[in-house]
């Protein structure tokens, strides 16, 4: 819903961003038309911390708008799984360390918001999987979770990472892997497990060197610019 509706300012912007350099600030020169796209945090329940690193988002958001030439807030809002409010809302963001439930009022929803054009990225903070899997059959029956060839354009929108995803967080120390859900061709969830961009992110809580938080903030602009104007 949200790419079919902008899909001439979209285009116009990446025309702009065509004839920009790669890795170098250029929100600047894009002006505010006070219609800034926001994203949200999905609150759910079971007892998972979905509120965890309440400052990932916002930093992330601070460091993305100096290089997409997208006119977005810093700012994001917790919305509940079962909420019509997603639909507001272009991307939705979900983490956690333990288990997540959900309904299939809630299920339905989630899956309405992908399926008209939303993009969900879930992030597991270590924990997670066991749990997230087990939704994802609930919401997508009849797909499958596919890992990303290191050659998907996800990896490559405005940063390059030509070997996947960086590994931000050690947690088993087992490779980070990106996997997606595809609905009508197009990827509509990321899901990333055992590389915890989020902590990254959070840079003002976790102590991780500037270069695995460089790598982290690279990765996660490279999703919202994805989602933002791909329709693959």
Request: hydrophobic residues 40%; proline residues 5%; glycine residues 8%.
């Amino acid at each position: 819903m949200f790419l079919k509706s902008n899909i001439f300012r979209l285009t116009f912007l990446l025309i702009l961003f065509s004839f920009s350099e790669i890795g170098t600030p250029i929100a600047h020169a894009i002006q505010n038309q006070n219609d800034e796209l926001r994203i949200a945090r999905i609150q759910y329940r079971g007892g998972g911390d979905w509120y965890n690193d309440p400052s990932s988002l916002t930093n992330l958001l601070r460091f993305a708008k100096q290089y997409i030439p997208i006119s977005f807030s810093e700012r994001y809002d917790d919305v509940a799984i079962g909420s019509r409010d997603l639909h507001r809302y272009p991307f939705a963001f979900m983490t956690g360390h333990g288990n997540i439930t959900v309904n299939q009022a809630e299920a339905a929803n989630l899956r309405e918001f992908v399926d008209n054009g939303g993009f969900l990225y879930v992030d597991d903070d270590y924990g997670f999987d066991r749990y997230i899997r087990e939704v994802f059959s609930i919401i997508f029956p009849d797909e499958e979770l596919i890992e990303l060839p290191f050659n998907h354009p996800i990896y490559n929108q405005v940063f390059n990472f030509p070997d996947g995803l960086p590994k931000i967080h050690e947690h088993e120390g087992n490779p980070p892997q990106g996997f997606g859900i595809f609905r009508n061709g197009r990827l509509a969830v990321y899901y990333t497990y055992q590389s915890n961009l989020a902590d990254g992110w959070a840079y003002d809580v976790h102590d991780n060197p500037d270069h695995i938080v460089r790598a982290s903030l690279e990765m996660g602009a490279n999703l919202l610019f994805y989602a933002f104007t791909s329709d693959r």
